[in-house]
């Protein structure tokens, strides 16, 4: 039997590291928490002052920990995401929350029993293969996967449904700055994940969500340091956005979308703009996808993307998209899987508020508004 002593020990070290992996400073963990000055938390994670339930409550919240993590003695160690960043940019904040989401998402699935989706997807490519022919292979892999999940002919209209539901791909959606642009991760225990910025432009976060697919679907082929830190373009990073150009722009499509609109031979700019408005890409997607395509020529399109007048006809004739930009912080199944867990007692009303940043008064306008009454969740017949 476990001693107070060896109890005391196991939540102060929980303590601490749960704080350190938020991110937070003594002075910022002790700001948000209400203390009067930093000393107080600094004694609790040395042990020479003891700690409250409201106090300890008031930490899981913060940190995003369920309370029994405070006091396991064996605890998993936190999944590293592959991020894009500026090397700047501090991530430990925003890690902390995607972590958070993944694992609050993996519990949902696991009180419900579903089962993940996501590893039919992945490829055992050989790394000899990329480092030979990396882009032809990244491609033509974007070619099959975007055929694999039945895309369509515009595989960015359904590209976030497909991976939300079909996947199962656990996808958070972010205010995010400070030189952050995304991440990406899979772990046996929590699945796998995206994180996105929800200040990006529509057709920037469908690009994004493609190029994050390929990190999920090549995960164990490269090593973390082939990959990098997520601040510079490295081959791996490079291939990504072959992949991604590949699944939302087919060749077959694109190509015959062009044909339309081509008169005499001669393509128009506003017709190029057309196209990425069609495809829900970005203009410059379009133009490095023609260059692929040998339909135009490198020079011309590195001239094209540096106009500033094209960029501004390219902001003009899209401005009524910049009205849609907004999206959802959480997906629309983790909504509903929290709402039947808490419908049929599997989380308690306390567990559901923390998981959706919901206040506790509030709970029952939003079970309304998802149509999660009782007596709409009665069985039609027995199993």
């Not at 008031?58 to 500026?86: H, N, T, V």
């Not at 082929?221 to 791996?236: L, Q």
């Not at 867990?341 to 559901?352: A, N």
């Amino acid at each position: 039997m476990q001693t107070v002593k060896g109890n005391k020990d196991i939540l102060r070290k929980r303590i601490l590291e749960a704080r350190e992996s938020a991110g937070y400073s003594l002075t910022e963990a002790a700001k948000l928490l209400g203390f009067n000055n930093y000393q107080t938390i600094s004694a609790i994670e040395r042990g020479t002052r003891n700690i409250n339930a409201n106090e300890l409550s008031s930490m899981a919240r913060l940190y995003g920990r369920g309370l029994d993590y405070f006091f396991e003695e064996e605890i998993a160690p936190d999944p590293i995401p592959l991020w894009r960043k500026s090397a700047e940019a501090d991530e430990k904040h925003i890690q902390h929350q995607f972590i958070s989401f993944l694992e609050n998402y993996s519990n949902l699935e696991n009180f419900l029993g579903l089962k993940r989706r996501w590893k039919g997807i992945q490829k055992s490519y050989d790394r000899a293969d990329f480092l030979q022919r990396g882009f032809d292979l990244a491609d033509r892999l974007g070619a099959e996967i975007a055929e694999y999940l039945r895309l369509g002919s515009r595989p960015a209209s359904s590209l976030l449904n497909v991976l939300e539901n079909n996947l199962r791909i656990k996808i958070l959606h972010l205010p995010l700055d400070n030189g952050i642009s995304g991440a990406s991760v899979v772990d046996d225990r929590l699945g796998a994940g995206m994180l996105i910025n929800a200040n990006d432009v529509p057709w920037r976060r469908n690009f994004d969500l493609a190029h994050e697919l390929f990190h999920i679907v090549t995960w164990s082929v490269f090593s973390r340091e082939e990959i990098g830190d997520g601040t510079t373009k490295t081959k791996p990073e490079q291939f990504a956005d072959a992949f991604a150009s590949s699944l939302l722009l087919p060749r077959e499509q694109l190509l015959e979308a062009l044909d339309e609109v081509t008169i005499n031979n001669t393509i128009r700019l506003v017709d190029i703009i057309d196209l990425a408005k069609d495809f829900q890409v970005s203009t410059d997607a379009i133009f490095w996808r023609l260059v692929n395509l040998k339909v135009l020529k490198r020079e011309t399109v590195e001239n094209l993307v540096k106009d500033p007048k094209r960029k501004e006809l390219d902001r003009t004739m899209r401005q009524s998209l910049y009205a849609k930009m907004d999206v959802s912080k959480y997906p629309e199944r983790y909504v509903s899987l929290c709402c039947r867990c808490l419908i049929e007692g599997k989380i308690s009303r306390g567990v559901f508020a923390s998981y959706l940043d919901l206040d506790r008064a509030d709970i029952d306008s939003y079970l309304n508004k998802f149509g999660f009454r009782e007596n709409n969740y009665e069985e039609i017949v027995a199993a």
